[in-house]
C-alpha cells in the first residue's frame, strides 16, 4: 500500500494577525515558530514518523517554494516532501497536489499543514480505514449544545449524538478522491473539506474515526500557548525514562 500526504499551505492566514506576529515578520500560520521551529516543519516530521506514509507533498504559494526547500533541505528527511504550487483557495492547491502524485498511490491523506499534534496513532488508523472502505476521516463529538439559527435567531436544537467536528486528516483511496476533485470540477462545486467532496459520490460513504481534543487547528494568537504546552508535554513524554 503506498500512501501519500498532502499539506495544503498556501494560505494567507490573515486570522493569525497579531501584533506579536506581525512584530516578528510573520503572519502565516503555517510558518509560525512553535519552540524554534515552523508549525509546518512540526506536521511534517508527525507524518514522516508514521511507517505507512511514504512521501508528503506541500502545496504553497509559488513564492514560498524556494525558501521552503532550503528550510527542508536543513531537516534531512529520510523519507521524500515534495513542494508543488497551491492555488487561491485551499480546494484547488490540495487538487494540484493530488495531480502531482504518481499513479501508482493508492491512499491520499489530506492534512491541515498548522495541526501538528495528531496522534501517531490516529494518523495509522485512519489510513487503515480509509484503505478498508474507500473513505476515511477524523472527527469529535461536540461537547457543546449546538444551536441551529437564522439571523441570530434560535431555529431548533441540533442532536448530538448524530454531529461530529470534522477534523483532519482525511483519507481516502487515490481513485476516489480523484472521481470527487472531478465531479466537483465539472459541477463548480467548491466543498469546505475534501469529504465535502467525496460525500457527492454515488456508493462511497465515509467512514469517521475517533479524534481528539488535543488535535487542534492552529488558527488564532491564541492558539499559540496551548500549542507550546502540548508540545512541550509531547517533548516530555519522550525524554521520559521507560517503566
Known sequence: MKVAVILPAAGLGTRMKSGAAESAGISRKQFMLLEGSPILIHTVR?????PLVGEV????????????????????????VRLVPGGEARQHSVENALDSLAPDVDIVAVHDAVRPFVASSTITEVIEKAAETGAAIVGIVPVDTVKQVQRHVVQGT????????????????????????????????????????????????VTVVAGSDRNIKITRPSDIDLAR?????????KEAPAE
Open 158 to 205: 441540533l442532536n448530538r449524538d448524530r454531529l461530529v467536528l470534522a477534523q483532519t486528516p482525511q483519507v481516502f483511496r487515490a481513485e476516489v478522491l480523484r472521481a470527487a476533485f472531478q465531479k466537483a470540477r465539472e459541477d463548480g462545486f467548491i466543498g469546505t473539506d475534501e469529504s465535502s467532496l467525496v460525500e457527492r459520490l454515488d456508493g462511497v460513504e
Open 46 to 50: 508527525k507524518f514522516l514518523a508514521c
Open 229 to 237: 504546552l502540548f508540545l512541550r508535554e509531547e517533548q516530555e513524554k
Open 57 to 80: 507533498v506541500i502545496a504553497l504559494r509559488t513564492d514560498d517554494i524556494e525558501w521552503v526547500s532550503e528550510m527542508l533541505a536543513r531537516e534531512n528527511f529520510a523519507k521524500p
